[in-house]
């Protein structure tokens, strides 16, 4: 197995020069990754995760059964923006153990963990802030992992407000040790890898309905639309990130899943954070707040989610209004 193919991962351009294939970099190199296209964020359109390690896999009858390593989640086909993707029916036994006490009522998070927390990289990094051995075929290779900025904030703050579940496409060998280092307060309640993803069409998907979770209740973190196509309607796309040290992505999220976290179901105020990102794309000119994104609204249709089909951006400018994400 090579080093890359233990992470799920966009590429980053400037990294890309000397990069050490992976074992099926040829097939996911002919997919244009969504993941690659995201220049911008769709956090920053609108304003600008205690453990359980025994986390059952899917059964080998069920249809996440993956085929051969990868590296990174490919694209979506075309068609794959305008038709209803079919679900595969979830396994008699969730991903996840039964909800406890200390989470009860609170809705669940699953937060992705490359280039949406951290970004990881198999070629020394001099500011690395941890650096983890991962052992690939009799070898010990070194991964050198940078942590995104205001990450240990996001963390604790998600804690207090919800069930938090990290969910990676990348193999546990590399994600879990990485989360040891990452996670030192215990946020997430679980922790869900490669195993528990279904293969559909090219890419790693995170089929919210194996949880065990009421859908209504779920809302995903993740910066590949890939990985939450099923659910659209309950995903918060983020920004790819790199190593940009000026980033706020994670620090202007806070506010929002504040008001989320008051919600009685997550598709109103997502529907209504999708709607103004559009409204957004068509009438740049226009603020993006001319008025708060956590609001009452009523008779709010869950149909597909827009911010699937495209990522959106401009953390910085939305973050810059006055205007108050929750009254």
């Not at 970099?25 to 002919?30: D, R, T, V």
């Not at 979830?90 to 153990?97: G, I, T, V």
Request: with cysteine; net charge negative; proline share 8%.
């Amino acid at each position: 197995m090579d080093g890359p193919a233990i992470i799920t991962q966009v590429t980053n351009p400037k990294e890309d020069e000397g990069r050490v294939p992976g074992a099926g970099e040829k097939a996911s190199q002919c997919n244009v990754s969504l993941k690659k296209q995201r220049s911008r964020s769709i956090l920053s359109s609108f304003f600008c995760c205690f453990r359980d390690y025994n986390v059952e896999a899917p059964l080998p009858s069920s249809p996440s059964v993956l085929p051969p390593l990868v590296e990174e989640n490919g694209g979506l086909q075309k068609g794959d923006q305008r038709q209803v993707i079919p679900i595969p029916s979830p396994p008699a036994k969730y991903l996840l153990p039964e909800v406890t006490v200390l989470d009860y009522g609170k809705k669940c998070v699953v937060i992705d963990l490359d280039e949406t927390l951290v970004h990881s990289s198999f070629k020394p990094i001099s500011n690395a802030d941890f650096i983890v051995p991962v052992e690939i075929d009799g070898t010990i290779h070194q991964v050198y992992v940078l942590k995104r900025p205001h990450v240990d904030e996001f963390l604790q703050r998600m804690g207090q407000l919800f069930e938090c579940v990290l969910f990676t496409a990348s193999l546990a060998k590399y994600a879990d040790p990485v989360a040891d280092l990452l996670d030192r307060w215990g946020v997430f309640r679980a922790r869900l890898f490669r195993e528990s993803c279904v293969f559909h069409r090219g890419n790693y998907v995170k089929d919210l309905s194996r949880l065990g979770r009421e859908l209504s209740k779920v809302i995903i973190v993740d910066n590949s639309p890939a990985s939450y196509i099923f659910h659209p309607e309950n995903a918060v796309p983020v920004q790819s990130w790199f190593d940009d040290m000026t980033d706020t992505e994670l620090l202007d999220l806070i506010p929002f899943f504040e008001g989320l976290s008051r919600e009685d179901d997550v598709y109103s105020m997502l529907h209504r954070l999708c709607n103004r990102i559009t409204e957004h794309r068509l009438k740049p000119a226009q603020s993006l707040f001319a008025e708060p994104v956590y609001t009452e609204f009523s008779s709010v249709s869950r149909g597909r989610n827009p911010c699937l089909q495209e990522p959106s951006a401009l953390v910085r400018e939305a973050a810059a209004s006055n205007h108050p994400m929750v009254p």
